[in-house]
């Protein structure tokens, strides 16, 4: 019987307050490897639906994406946008759509800035997932001296525009349910695969998930409340408009996914690969994994690719 985690990892983590006049309020923490001097500072940005606390830190059996950053020498770091997790929410009277690329990076060069202050001013290692993929990847385009290397998990990209194209969101927020994540975990394997998430591993997850928003329980059935922004984002990429230059990124990048993700698929990635100004990067395909595959089965050998790669580049 597998050894259920409901908490985020036990190894003690140092958090942190992002607060600046005029703007909204970020959590940010950080899970040392224990080492006198990390490899060096990788931070996470966390993609559309949910935050730090239920990726980067979230323990299944016991263990996290972060132990195994640390595990390989590196410091792990943390923030949510706003919005997210710990972070503060908008107000009703935010202007523009909430989270969206242009508030989004925004909020990256503050959560960037923060790292450096405490660090010695090193660059560091963008780990982004989904539209924080496109996130780390716009920053790496405009800010290169900040990153060291970039890792795209499973990044959105430019599509040409199809009737199937998503709409653009009218409204700034939208509720999101457990059933709607868990449609997520399944709606991209093949009929006749076994599942990539088990149900125990997925009920302790989605409590966790319910709890990070504390007016969940008013909805019905309970729901998250979630910003629309990336989900605007997401429609203009996939109508084909560009949210950066990528032939402007030269950090060494790496491109991992899973071969079940609809999201970043062989076409998206090779079209990414194409246009990096990047003369180090890597395609990494990963099997009988999803979009969601830092929560799957395969999450192992997702922390692998990652280890290597960075390791590899010293």
């Known amino acids: 019987m597998n050894r259920i985690i409901t908490a985020v990892s036990a190894t003690p983590r140092e ?7 005029g703007e909204l309020t970020l959590a940010m923490q950080v899970q040392r490897c224990g080492r006198e001097a990390a490899l060096a500072d990788v931070l996470y940005v966390h993609g559309a639906t949910f935050g730090a606390d239920l990726s ?25 946008f706003a919005g997210y997790g710990d972070s503060q929410r908008y107000p009703a009277a935010h202007a523009g759509m909430p ?20 660090n010695g001013g090193r660059p560091l290692v963008l780990l982004g997932h989904s539209h924080g993929g496109t996130v780390a990847a716009r920053h790496a385009a405009l800010q290169p001296d900040d990153v060291r290397a ?9 599509r040409a525009e199809t009737a199937r194209s998503p709409a653009a969101p009218t409204q700034s927020h ?30 302790a997850w989605s409590a966790a998930f319910l709890r990070s928003d ?31 230059d990528a032939s402007r990124i030269v950090a060494p990048t790496l491109l991992v996914r899973g071969q079940w993700d609809s999201v970043c698929d062989d076409r998206d ?24 595959m830092h929560l799957e089965a395969q999450r192992g050998a997702l922390h692998d690719a990652v280890n290597r790669f960075l390791l590899e580049r010293g």
Do not use: N
Request: glycine letters at 6%; hydrophobic letters at 45%.
């Open 56 to 80: 980067l830190y979230f323990a299944f059996d016991g263990r996290s994406w972060a132990d195994a950053l640390c595990e390989a020498g590196f410091d792990a770091w943390g923030f949510d």
């Open 214 to 244: 504390p007016g969940a329980a008013a909805h019905t059935p309970p729901a998250v409340m979630t910003p629309s922004g990336p989900l605007a984002d997401i429609a203009a990429l996939w109508r084909g408009h560009s949210l950066y």
């Open 15 to 21: 958090r942190y307050t992002l607060a600046e006049r």
């Open 150 to 158: 970039l890792v795209l998990f499973a990044p959105v990209v430019t």
């Open 174 to 203: 939208y509720p999101l349910t457990v059933w709607a994540q868990y449609r997520r975990f399944i709606e991209d394997v093949p009929r006749g695969q076994s599942p990539v998430l088990s149900d125990a591993h997925y009920d």
């Open 269 to 292: 990635a090779a079209a990414l690969l194409s246009t990096l100004g990047a003369a180090d990067k890597l395609d990494v395909r990963i099997e009988r994994a999803t979009h969601l």
């Open 99 to 118: 989270c969206d690329i242009d508030d989004a990076s925004a909020q990256l060069r503050r959560a960037v800035a923060a790292v450096r202050a405490r």
